[in-house]
């Protein structure tokens, strides 16, 4: 099993920067992939950004070259550091993981963020 918790969210102006984290426990070294994932009211959730245990990278369209996915150097913390953010960006923000085999998929709670015009 696997733990998640975000933590980092709040309030920022448009073009403002943030920086999420992630905490991760449990069965950490047999994790694929961590990503975060956001859902915005009345919206479906979406893939922000995903790394995996190599190390690649995937980022969801709409952040491709203002979000930045890495890693811990423990491997038992992944951030999310967003910059240039606006206001569409405003939503629960949450950390997965996909972990075992066969994969299961584990979910933070959510940080909320929230971006002002």
């Known amino acids: 099993q696997v733990q998640l918790v975000e933590s980092g969210g709040g309030l920022v102006q448009a073009g403002g920067s943030l920086r999420l984290s992630c905490a991760v426990s449990?069965?950490?070294?047999?994790?694929?992939?961590l990503g975060w994932y956001r859902q915005a009211p009345g919206k479906q959730r979406e893939l922000v950004a995903v790394?995996?245990?190599?190390?690649?990278?995937n980022y969801g369209d709409s952040v491709k070259g203002r979000f930045t996915i890495s890693r811990g150097n423990a491997a038992n913390m992944v951030y999310l550091q967003m910059n240039s953010l606006k206001p569409e960006d405003t939503a629960d923000y949450h950390c997965?993981?996909?972990?075992?085999?066969?994969?299961?998929?584990?979910w933070g709670k959510g940080t909320l963020v929230t971006v002002s015009s």
């Open positions: 449990g069965s950490i070294f047999s994790i694929h992939y």
């Open positions: 790394i995996t245990s190599g190390g690649t990278t």
């Open positions: 997965a993981a996909k972990e075992g085999r066969p994969p299961i998929d584990y």
